[in-house]
């Protein structure tokens, strides 16, 4: 069976993994110096939370519409990382005049990179890739930013390192198979071809000791500075499938983990998340500047 994201866009894991997609990618652009972005399980791209599929799941009415919602409501300022994120939604969804589109993580990068950036987005279901294809030539973003249909793992081995040897690679497996030693695999050849590269991966959280066991075998023989950020709507061990959002970072930009505690706590808030939030270092040398 094909995973389709449409029935999970907008959910609070959604809400939480394109904030700090977001997050980095502003943190990237501090410097002049171009860089690539490279989405390794890019999916559709874009999704109508209007729609019959989104609408039957209902998960973005605890993610990105809770969020607006709270938002509004507060009246309060938000944490800046909150505030992009918000701000890059309203801006897309004016410009193509349709408020109930979602972009996913290849269409809000897309919107961020200047002129000197690039990125390559990769999806392996070829209807998918054609999807991907025809958002960004709707809403063009085009514009340095290339589809790939194939196998995401695979292009990390040809796409390494980027010219400008500055990069952010985000892995976003759908997790209906079992993801954990292709994507350990995978994330060690990374870092051997791009040792600096930035790598972030999403993951799931059901139950945290789980968790626990599984970042240890796939960060194992990691040398790299790695830090997680997990946000858990629900208590980490409650009945529900999906509890939280977690995010496996190697070589973080500079202070990012400062800025992770910035937003998370908010995040929590706005959402009414009862699982907290989290910043934990799993190798602990911090990175430079």
């Known amino acids: 069976m094909q995973y389709r ?7 609070f894991a959604d809400v939480h993994k394109h904030i700090a997609l977001l997050d980095l990618l502003a943190a990237l652009k501090q410097k002049a110096k171009g860089f690539l972005y ?8 874009l999704y109508d939370l209007a729609g019959r599929d989104a609408r039957h799941s209902g998960e973005s009415g605890e993610g ?6 709270a938002a509004t409501a507060s009246g309060e300022p938000l944490p ?6 918000l701000e890059a939604l309203r801006a897309f969804r004016q410009a193509q005049g349709a408020p109930g ?4 993580s290849p269409l809000l990068a897309a919107a961020a990179l200047r002129d000197v950036d690039s990125a390559v987005c990769v999806e392996s279901q070829a209807p998918a890739a054609r999807a991907l294809q025809r958002a960004l030539e709707k809403t063009g973003a085009t514009r340095h930013v290339r589809v790939v249909h194939g196998d995401g793992y695979r292009e990390l081995k040809s796409g390494l390192p980027p010219p400008t040897r500055r990069g952010l690679i985000l892995i976003d497996p759908p997790y209906e ?3 954990e030693k292709p994507l350990g695999l995978a994330l060690q050849d990374g870092l051997a071809r791009f040792g600096t590269g930035v790598f972030a991966v999403w993951y799931p959280i059901k139950r945290r000791q789980d968790g626990e066991q599984w970042l240890a075998r796939v960060t194992r023989g990691i040398k790299r500075p790695t830090l997680i950020a997990e946000f858990c709507l629900n208590q980490p061990d409650h009945a ?12 973080p930009p500079w202070q990012f983990d400062d800025r992770l505690a910035q937003w998370q706590p908010a995040l929590e808030r706005l959402l009414g998340a009862r699982g907290g939030s989290r910043v934990r270092w799993l190798v602990t040398e911090k990175p430079g500047a």
């Open 64 to 69: 990105i519409a809770r969020l607006e919602a």
């Open 177 to 179: 198979t079992d993801e």
């Open 38 to 45: 490279l989405d390794t399980h890019a999916g559709e791209g």
């Open 80 to 85: 800046e990382a909150i505030s992009r994120y």
């Open 5 to 11: 994201h449409v029935f999970h866009a907008g959910n």
């Open 240 to 251: 529900a499938g999906l509890n939280g959002s977690g995010m496996l970072v190697v070589n």
């Open 101 to 104: 589109l979602y972009p996913g």
